[in-house]
């Protein structure tokens, strides 16, 4: 259930009486528990505005809120504060639902929107490195949330398969195949592209060969299409791969690559230029003036959506695609998980496709960035020898560094569940310690941090899982469905447990996955106090009973709020 939403109804109630329901309310999750659950901080400003007594007008409404059957205690405090003390009857009904319910009692759907979300969008020339995995990453947890919310998501991976360098792939591809060396060329993508690459720079013949590839690749040349199609098939299931290992929800149908907006670039360039929003430059080229946005060098900036020599650029594409997924697709939400750097680039592409009515009003978009993952020299991570880190070398060495650890605690493990768990836990820690972070800043990349069981890390929540599991082993009996909170302990982690409703709609709405594992690092916590100072096991049989369906519940919200990050667990560690 939606606590929040379910409490604002009967203060809403307590406002009008109190005189001022036009009031904003700020309900907001105690600050320090110590003072209740919940605060109301809105009778200050209310009082401001009325010029009124703001800790007499708190009064009011705390008085008004009494015969609330949620409430144990509102207390006025400090300039006029109110503090809510959930009660422990209310909190023990909603506890047995929860458990009951195979989606935790949420009810909140999300079932009239579709969202787009564009994510992991890797250019297909080289092999997927670090670099990518931000977006990956990021976009599927995103995936996942609005999913369980019930959004119809569309997952768009939008591959860079059409660029100028193509043509040279292609031309390389043709030479090494007739030169009768098929097995070997596409094995190696990166090494693949430099030898291309060494090619294009040394023989003038090649290059020129190269741009006519380009060219008569656009225009749809039957022949050069089906050498590119190898390429790209072999570069996507590389990728495909890696998805997998990573346990993320992108298959090969989410693939729209930009190549599948061709007969939509001039189009869109026309378009524009009819309704006089693009203009054609002195050299030929056209572009669109952004009138408003920060001047760049003394000059307003532009967006350029056709060269002069006709060919078209990242920009038109992702024009034609917005209105793909507007017109066909019927998006009400459009996400693009990608570098911050690209900021310009989607202020732009939203500027230029309000203004061409290709983006409703009601219709959502937003560019969702994030920022660099860094060395330990806090430069963006390289190897030892200065080279951008392959994405599938990075989970082969979590996965080694965590077999070890996994090792070391438990010797009794056998192989086969060493690396089962090694995987688990290995990817689980990449890929938390992305998560758990604001995205919008830069973060230092450690394996030790990441790996460590202390702190906010995947094998630290992992393992919260396992204690529960363990404990539930134990436990002989769980058939009592008796719930009655009694300390303190239990009713901060049944409080913090019945927030999961509201977490995830913050997730959501603002698109941070790191909200979700600030939270589930909470569970995990109070857990912890509430298990070293309530004894389960050997409690009487309603304390027991209580406790034990504390734990599982426990239990149920850390596995499905780690899935939710794409991350599993494991009943053993
Ligand atoms: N392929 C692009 C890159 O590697 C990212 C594409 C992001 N999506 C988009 N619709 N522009 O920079």
New binding site residues.
Partial sequence: MNLQSFMTSDIQKAFDLAGVGDAPIVLQVAKNADFGDYQINGAMGAAKKLKINPRELAQKIADALRDCSWLALAEVAGPGFINLHLSNDFLNQELSGCLKSPRFNIHTSLSNQTVVI?YS???LAKEMHVGHLRSTIIGDSLHRVLKFLGAKVIAQN???DWGTQFGMLVAYLMERQNDGDSEYALTDLEQFYREAKVRFDEDAAFAEKSREYVVKLQQGDEEVLSWWRQFVDISLSHAQNIYTRLNTLLTPDDVVGESAYNDDLQPCVDALMQQGIAREDVDGSKLVDLIGQPERDGKTPVYIVQKSDGGFL?ATT?LA?LRHNINTLHADRLL?V?DAR?SLHFTALFDVSRRAGWLPENVRAEHIPFGTMMGKDNKPFKTRSGDTVKLADLLDEAEERAATIVREKNPDLSVDEVRKIAHIVGIGAVKYADLSKNRMSDYVFSWESMLSFEGNTAPYLQYAYTRVHSVLRRAKDISSHVIALQTLEEHRLAVALLQYEEVLLSVADAAYPHYLAAYLYQIATLFSRFYESCPILQANSEEQSTRLQLTELTGKILQHGLSLLGIEVSEKM
Avoid: L
């Fill in positions: 564009d969008s890797p250019n939008h591959v860079g990242y992702d695609c693009y990608v690209q």
